[in-house]
């Protein structure tokens, strides 16, 4: 399973919860309103375009709207592997921050 950095986990989050809905500024959006922080469009899609070369997401063309003067969105969706890995990221963080004595710090 491919390991996922904080940043990709957190646009594999926003993509997932737009369910393939979710376009480049509609995630940057979403990111930006969760983490408090200014997120660059461009280090989403470069993490989108990551992701979707792992395998963790797909992209198809939207239709064209009126309101970006005809073009065609690319909206994403999370794989079934993308999921998977979310899951096991939140895992581990479950195992290192759990109330069990970790057995380095006993």
């Known amino acids: 399973m491919a ?8 646009v594999l989050l926003a993509v997932g919860g737009l369910a393939g809905e ?18 660059s469009l461009g280090a989403v899609y470069a993490t989108l375009d990551r992701l979707e070369r792992k395998g963790l997401l797909r992209s198809r063309m939207g239709p064209a709207t009126a309101e970006r003067g005809g073009r065609r969105k690319r909206l994403y969706r999370i794989t079934p592997d993308g999921a998977a890995a979310v899951r096991e990221m939140q895992r581990i963080r479950a195992r290192l921050g759990g109330t069990s004595p970790h057995p380095a710090r006993a």
């Open 3 to 10: 390991r996922i950095g904080a940043f990709e986990e957190l």
């Open 22 to 39: 979710g376009y480049g500024v509609t995630i940057q959006s979403d990111l930006e309103r969760e983490t408090g922080d200014t997120i």
